[in-house]
């Protein structure tokens, strides 16, 4: 699943230009305000909320690793929409005002 999946076609990229505009049309272009900010954010947020190690990598839209572990015993390991919506649940922000 992606995130802007009408944008992938055209590559990370164009993404990335996509939202790099539409900050500047909300006022909010900063130099490190960025798209994978999305995902250095979620990092931080599912290691401290304690998400498996596993999970937090498909959330991510990592892969699992490359040690005989990862690839063979954990390669083929599926989550539930349940499992996936719960380990998100367990993320938290501060209000926007």
């Not at 164009?14 to 490190?32: H, I, P, Y």
Request: proline fraction near 4%; hydrophobic fraction near 40%; charge should be positive.
């Amino acid at each position: 699943m992606r995130l802007f999946p009408l944008l992938f076609p055209y590559g990370a990229g164009k993404t990335t230009q996509a939202f790099s505009r539409l900050l500047k049309k909300l006022g909010m272009k900063r130099k490190e305000l960025t798209l994978h900010c999305f995902r250095n954010t979620m990092t931080i947020k599912l290691e401290r909320a304690r998400v498996h190690y596993t999970l937090m990598r498909r959330l991510l839209g990592h892969s699992i690793g490359k040690s005989v572990e990862d690839r063979v015993y954990l390669g083929s390991l599926k989550y539930t929409v349940k499992e996936l919506s719960e380990a998100l649940e367990m993320v938290s922000f501060p209000p926007v005002t």
